[in-house]
């Protein structure tokens, strides 16, 4: 069965640089979910979209953007890159309001 | 604020052995998921429990849903090292928003 698929998988950058991750949701999921977690921490939640538009915001820093693309793939914009950014970024998709969520292997970001 | 408390925070034990993992609130749940998430990867869905009183298993693990939907448990029968992992509860708050409890991290020692 397919799965979420995020990418890339591992990424560093320096301080004050910006990355985009990416995040291609299980065919027919249209709600995508961000979460950041750090080591030893549980996943954090960040922002989701339904049908491409933001349905809900969490503890998103205002350096981060995100949106969801017609074809339902998501991608999480990140500037000014901070030390304290460096964590593991998952993606998860549902079906619909699902409370079921699917998460996809995560992108490693490390800063600099 | 509808909150998810897990117990125990950590839960070391010996293969073989028996243990039980607790997701409480104060607050009612239309359902509850618990997850497992193994270090570098992404929380797995284990199982949604949905009706109070629920009993629900998958192979050595048995998930109960409260009578009263406040609370769930998750039992492990005869522990093994793949059972390693970090343990999450998950579910719909009143304003419809996914909340996850802080889990509990479970090592298994052979």
């Known amino acids: 069965a397919a799965g979420v698929i995020q990418s890339p998988r591992h990424l560093i950058k320096e301080k004050r640089e910006t990355a985009t991750l990416k995040c291609y949701p299980i065919?027919?999921?249209?709600?995508v979910y961000w979460y950041q977690q750090g080591p030893g921490q549980d996943p954090q939640f960040l922002i989701s979209?339904?049908?491409?538009?933001?349905?809900d915001k969490g503890s998103i820093p205002d350096r981060f953007s995100a949106q969801q693309f017609s074809d339902y793939h998501s991608e999480l914009n990140m500037s000014s890159l901070e030390l304290g950014d460096s964590a593991l970024y998952f993606c998860?998709?549902?079906?619909?309001?699902?409370?079921?969520?699917?998460f996809g292997p995560g992108t490693r970001l490390t800063v600099t | 604020t509808q909150l998810l408390e897990q117990s125990p925070q950590f839960l070391s034990i010996q293969e073989g052995e028996n243990l039980t993992v607790y997701c409480n609130s104060s607050s009612v749940f239309s359902s509850l998921q618990w997850y497992r998430q193994e270090p570098g990867e992404g929380p797995v869905l284990l199982v949604t429990?949905?009706?109070?009183?629920e009993v629900k298993k998958l192979k050595r693990l048995t998930f109960q849903f409260g009578d009263a939907r406040k609370d769930s448990s998750l039992h492990i029968t005869a522990a093994q090292p793949g059972d390693t992992g970090l343990y999450l509860c998950?579910?719909?708050?009143?304003?419809?928003?996914?909340?996850f409890g802080k889990g509990t991290r479970l090592h298994i020692l052979p």
């Open positions: 998860a998709s549902s079906p619909g309001r699902n409370y079921e969520q699917y």
């Open positions: 065919p027919r999921h249209d709600t």
């Open positions: 979209f339904y049908e491409k538009m933001q349905s």
């Open positions: 429990v949905v009706t109070g009183g």
């Open positions: 998950a579910g719909p708050n009143r304003d419809d928003k996914i909340i």
